[in-house]
């Protein structure tokens, strides 16, 4: 099953030029676009978590699956591709056990500031910091338990694409648990202008934990008023599909 998506021509924003080698990670993300995403990899590595990790989660391992793994690979593959490999601060909304920003810090692709996990759920910190446990020790990653609708951006540095240049990339916003937040107003309208934004939700009704699935992907664009959508498509899984949109607010 294969992702349908267009890349929407911006001239104001091609895609930037990336490192050749990022940032010191745990260097198991994959290296070339479109290369397949290793979810038995990931998968191997939460099992190491696992044996590290005091009480984990039920949950952890849903966190690896192949869906979920195959979604963040084709994010980071869609981002690269559309805005390239270099940002200051990225924070990720919902960011659950931190395993998006494991992936992000780990693609050699990416040169990143640093990657800020943000979830409601306290019990993802202690996770999400053992996962990232190396960039977490150096300040390359925080997991922060807070509520993405009443996050403050004000310290969080997240520079506008328009403000943004060699010396100083952009920020970025990721949200990929659109469909686990019940008013995207809500937290959408906190996200700072300018700033490149990332979001993902999906059409899997019957899960009683999603809250705001969307049908389609126009539903979606509905929903996210971006100003500027430089990436729109569909990723179809199994049993549901996966819409990812980005662009600037
Ligand atoms: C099951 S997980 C993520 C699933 C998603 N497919 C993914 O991996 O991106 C959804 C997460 O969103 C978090 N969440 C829900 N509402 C939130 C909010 N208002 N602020 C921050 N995190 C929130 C939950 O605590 C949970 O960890």
Redesign the pocket.
Known sequence: MHEVGRIVPDATNGPQEGPEAGPEGDRTGSKAEGEPASAARWHTFATVVLTRVSSPPE?LHH?FNKN?IA?KQWLLDRVHAVLGGRFGTVVV??G?HGV?AAMLLADRRFSLGRVIS????PR?VPVAEQINCRALAERRFAALC????ALDYGALELRPAAASGPGAPPGLVIN??CE??PESEA?YDRVPRGVFQVY?SNDYFDCP?HVNCVPDLEAFKKQIPMTRILYEGVLPRRRYRRFMLIGRK
Do not use: I, N
Not at 118 to 121: E, Q, S
Not at 146 to 149: F, G, K, V, Y
């Open positions: 949950d966190a979920q979604s909304l919902g659950w998006l943000v979830d409601l759920d993802c807070a509520d993405a609708c990929t648990s686990h937040m937290w993902q934990e």
